[in-house]
């Protein structure tokens, strides 16, 4: 009863949330309010019994982005102009509404046929996750099933998937830049900076 | 007593939002996004007992970590604009300039 409750409640204030970081103009203001979307969707995975989504939603949505976002703004810093007012209308408003409707109504289609939360007669139950189950443990030695897909049974795969990660990270660091070499003209002696 | 326990919670969750939302000046949103972050993890810690789960404990202990991250990295962008200069090269950069 009060889980329904509580997830009612979390789900209005994403709602909320949405319409607010819509219709927001100041980019701080709505910097942080992603950060409390995040927040938000991961008390619901927690409140759906999805623990560890939520670990990852939690320390992505709200810990990395916001920094990366913030990062971001430091570096736009005094340039946010409002590009929309000039921005040419090529369509007319109603258009883009009509294929969100569209759109959300084939998702809704396509939900129908999805089984149950945790029906256990749901394919992703009855396929290869029985195998796991029994032969993990004598297979890898390693005590949590996770685990042992994700680091046995898939390590090529998760090798793969860590160099992407690892990559990205890199290549993101480089664009927003760390200690910068100071500028030229600071310099003492400006003849020989010109020079060379 | 959980439930209204978890009631309370939720309420004070709305009030910050509230001020998240309408906050004149940017630290009203940086303490009431620091306040959602630290009811979210009382919320967890709730739930926790509410279904007798410890294991969320955890994650309500990650999350005061990473709450206490984006508050600073937000007000490190508040206050000096950027993130990687430290102070001592500021300092280092006001002794300079005199020359």
């Known amino acids: 009863m009060i889980d329904i409750f509580i997830n009612v409640t979390l789900l209005a204030f994403l709602a909320i949330t949405s319409v607010?970081?819509?219709?927001?103009?100041?980019?701080?203001?709505?910097?942080?309010?992603?950060?409390?979307?995040?927040l938000l969707?991961?008390?619901?995975?927690?409140?759906?019994?999805?623990?560890?989504?939520?670990?990852?939603?939690?320390?992505?949505?709200?810990?990395?982005?916001?920094?990366?976002?913030?990062?971001?703004?430091?570096?736009?810093?005094?340039q946010?102009?409002?590009?929309?007012?000039?921005?040419?209308?090529?369509?007319?408003?109603?258009?883009?509404?009509?294929?969100?409707?569209?759109?959300?109504?084939?998702?809704?289609?396509?939900?129908?046929?999805?089984?149950?939360?945790?029906?256990?007669?749901?394919?992703?139950?009855?396929?290869?996750?029985?195998?796991?189950?029994?032969n993990a443990l004598p297979e890898t030695g390693v005590p949590n099933i996770v685990t042992a897909v994700l680091a046995s049974y898939r390590g090529f795969d998760t090798l793969g998937e860590v160099t992407v990660v690892f990559t990205a990270a890199v290549a993101v660091l480089l664009l927003i830049g760390g200690r910068r070499p100071k500028p030229a003209v600071k310099l003492k002696d400006k003849g020989e900076q010109d020079e060379a | 007593m959980f439930i209204a326990a978890s009631l309370a919670i939720l309420i004070t969750m709305g009030l910050a939002l509230a001020r998240a939302l309408?906050?004149?000046?940017?630290?009203?949103?940086?303490?009431?996004?620091?306040?959602?972050?630290?009811?979210?993890?009382?919320?967890?810690?709730?739930?926790?007992?509410?279904?007798?789960?410890n294991d969320l404990l955890d994650i309500a202990l990650v999350y005061a970590l990473i709450n206490f991250i984006g508050v600073v990295?937000?007000?490190?962008?508040?206050?000096?604009?950027?993130?990687?200069?430290?102070?001592?090269?500021?300092?280092?950069?006001?002794?300079e300039e005199p020359e």
């Open chain 2, 22 to 53: 309408a906050g004149p000046t940017t630290y009203d949103r940086i303490a009431a996004v620091n306040m959602f972050g630290t009811k979210t993890v009382l919320l967890i810690a709730v739930l926790a007992f509410l279904s007798d789960r």
């Open chain 1, 20 to 38: 607010a970081i819509v219709r927001m103009t100041n980019l701080f203001a709505i910097v942080m309010l992603y950060g409390i979307f995040s």
């Open chain 2, 73 to 95: 990295a937000a007000l490190k962008l508040v206050t000096q604009g950027d993130f990687y200069s430290s102070d001592r090269d500021k300092r280092e950069a006001e002794k």
């Open chain 1, 41 to 78: 969707s991961a008390g619901l995975f927690v409140v759906m019994d999805a623990p560890d989504v939520a670990f990852t939603e939690a320390a992505v949505g709200a810990g990395i982005s916001t920094v990366l976002m913030l990062a971001t703004l430091a570096l736009i810093r005094n």
């Open chain 1, 80 to 134: 946010q102009k409002p590009y929309y007012a000039e921005a040419p209308q090529a369509h007319r408003p109603w258009l883009p509404l009509i294929v969100v409707a569209i759109t959300g109504a084939a998702l809704v289609y396509g939900t129908w046929d999805i089984p149950g939360f945790g029906d256990p007669n749901a394919p992703a139950q009855t396929h290869v996750a029985r195998y796991y189950i029994e």
